[in-house]
């Protein structure tokens, strides 16, 4: 059961300002992730579902959360149809995040009242998006258009709302840049939470990591 519907989704996506992405095919790993990135102060999620059995690891990531911290937003990204949508619904997420913009992943989110976020690339694809319901679009890859971009479609469409992923850095510069064109907020994945080359995770790095984003954020908000 969602724990939370769509006007929830993102008003707590415009208050924290950041998404921590982040898949693992092993379920451990993917607990001490989430306890890492809440303990820096992360209250929000997304698991992108790309591997091999996602659904299963996701569904006991979904528990885990719903249990030991009940006030953390989760999501799920990398989203290609209307049958895994309502599959990851089914299992508690929060949110759907898509990489290209899908009437039928649309429609199964908007029955359900559930926040989706489609990668959009076109004031066309965006302006489609909010025709059909869309609160927030996903800029994406957000490296390739920039925070020039978002400044220029903000200009006549104050109203749109953007989220950059990929490409986006976890510094005072990068992310004053993005804040400063007009973002909602902005998704950090590998830039945050990254392999080391043996294969494994420094937990308490990721810890600080988003503890630093947190006061950069605050910084550049003020």
């Known amino acids: 059961m969602n724990k939370h519907n769509r006007i929830d989704v993102a008003l707590a996506l415009k208050y924290n300002g950041f998404v921590p992405l ?43 959360i719903e249990v030991t911290y009940p006030d953390m937003f989760l999501g799920v990204g990398s989203i290609t149809d209307a049958a895994a949508a309502s599959l990851y619904m089914q299992m508690g997420a929060d949110f759907i995040v898509t990489p290209a913009l899908r009437e039928d992943i649309a429609e199964v989110c908007n029955r359900r009242k559930i926040l989706w976020l489609p990668g959009c690339g076109s004031v066309k694809e965006i302006n489609d998006a909010e025709a059909l319901g869309c609160e927030i679009i996903k800029l994406f890859p957000g490296s390739i258009y920039g925070p020039e971009f978002v400044k220029a ?67 550049i908000r003020e």
């Not at 992730?33 to 569904?59: P, Q």
């Not at 990721?206 to 006061?215: G, L, P, Q, S």
């Open 22 to 64: 982040f898949y693992d095919e092993d379920i451990n790993r993917c607990k001490h992730l989430i306890s890492a990135c809440y303990n820096g102060g992360a209250r929000i999620l997304e698991f992108t579902a790309r591997g091999d059995f996602a659904h299963e690891v996701f569904s006991e990531v979904s528990k885990f």
């Open 153 to 219: 479609v903000k200009g006549p469409q104050p109203w749109t709302s953007i989220m950059p992923t990929g490409g986006v850095i976890p510094t005072q510069e990068n992310l004053k840049s993005w804040f400063d064109a007009g973002v909602t907020c902005v998704g950090l994945g590998s830039q945050l939470i990254s392999k080391s080359p043996e294969g494994g995770y420094d937990y308490s790095a990721i810890e600080t990591k988003v503890k630093k984003v947190i006061e950069i954020l605050k910084t």
